[in-house]
């Protein structure tokens, strides 16, 4: 994918970190997109430079369609394009559905889902324009088989299965393949809240009895977005470490 | 642009992306019909009226367009000066 044009969104830390180094360092030129965390997107940066990348920062919120319009100018601005949108930005706003407050069904929804829309429309101009692309949408195994505490959440991963499967079949003949990755539990900011007995709740329903690592989660990103896999579209990705095998 | 200059551009441009032979599209060819584009081949063939034209075009006014005539119709009331 050398030369290639990637866009990552929640880019800053986690699994978005992880799949901006993995992509640089296949060679793409990588532009960042995160909302708050101006020191963690650097770090982000300095990894993905590290890696060989070449590296852009791009600030605002996936939610608003305004900010959405304003990085995409800048993305095309100074990459002339997009090849590869990974939508990965994702938020938790975690309570039981009985306790749960409209605002924190709408968050979630906003960010997760609507995110991935906004940026998917955005990037579509080029891409179709191109004849080709890459979309990797970011979901989640709670969007397979659902979690207590986490309606909200499970219904904007199930929303992005089923927005990604249209986008596959709209695009298909145009050389745009959209395809959703599900992550297990990764190690990152989000798991690593979780008290101690949850988490080994969860490792008890982990067939391979560990979670899982973001690189490993960039690892199927790097695959999907590669031209070779231009065959493969509409699918759903699990890198859960077996919890859900079908 | 004269209004001949604008067929030829529009003509050039449907030719390109429907895959077809320029000596096919006549004023009177309905992108649908005759020139069998799909819903997704207009939203191209807008995109591309809009940045050639260096104009934005409406959804609701696109709508409108459904042959050759129409577009160069509506480029050429809608031109940039």
Known sequence: ?246 | MTREEVFEKIREISADRLGIDESEITPESSFREDLEADSLDLVELIMELEEQFGMEIPDEEAEKITTVEEAVDYVMENQPA
């Open chain 1, 1 to 246: 994918m050398r030369g290639r044009v990637a866009v990552v969104t929640g880019g800053g830390r986690g699994i978005g970190r992880a799949v901006a180094e993995r992509l640089g360092r296949e060679g793409a030129r990588v532009a960042v997109v995160y909302r708050s965390n101006d020191a963690a997107a650097e770090e982000t940066a300095g990894l993905v430079e590290a890696a060989g990348g070449e590296v852009e920062l791009f600030r605002g919120d996936v939610a608003s369609a305004e900010d959405v319009r304003g990085i995409f100018k800048q993305i095309l601005e100074t990459f002339g394009g997009v090849d590869i949108l990974v939508n990965n930005a994702g938020i938790t706003r975690d309570n039981l559905l009985l306790r749960m407050k409209d605002s924190e069904f709408d968050e979630v929804i906003n960010t997760n889902l609507r995110g991935t829309y906004y940026c998917t429309r955005a990037a579509l101009r080029p891409m179709i324009r191109a004849r080709y692309g890459r979309i990797i949408n970011i979901s989640s195994v709670v969007g397979l088989m659902g979690n207590a505490g986490q309606a909200n959440y499970a219904a904007s991963k199930a929303g992005i299965i089923g927005f990604t499967k249209s986008v596959a079949r709209e695009l298909a003949e145009r050389g745009i393949t959209a395809n959703a990755v599900t992550p297990g539990y990764i190690e990152t900011d989000i798991t690593g809240e979780l008290p101690e007995s949850v988490q080994q709740q969860i490792l008890a329903q982990i067939p391979v009895g560990r979670f899982g690592r973001p690189e490993e989660v960039a690892e199927v990103v790097a695959f999907l977005a590669r031209e070779s896999a231009g065959y493969i579209t509409g699918q759903t990705i699990g890198v859960d470490g077996g919890m859900v095998m079908q």
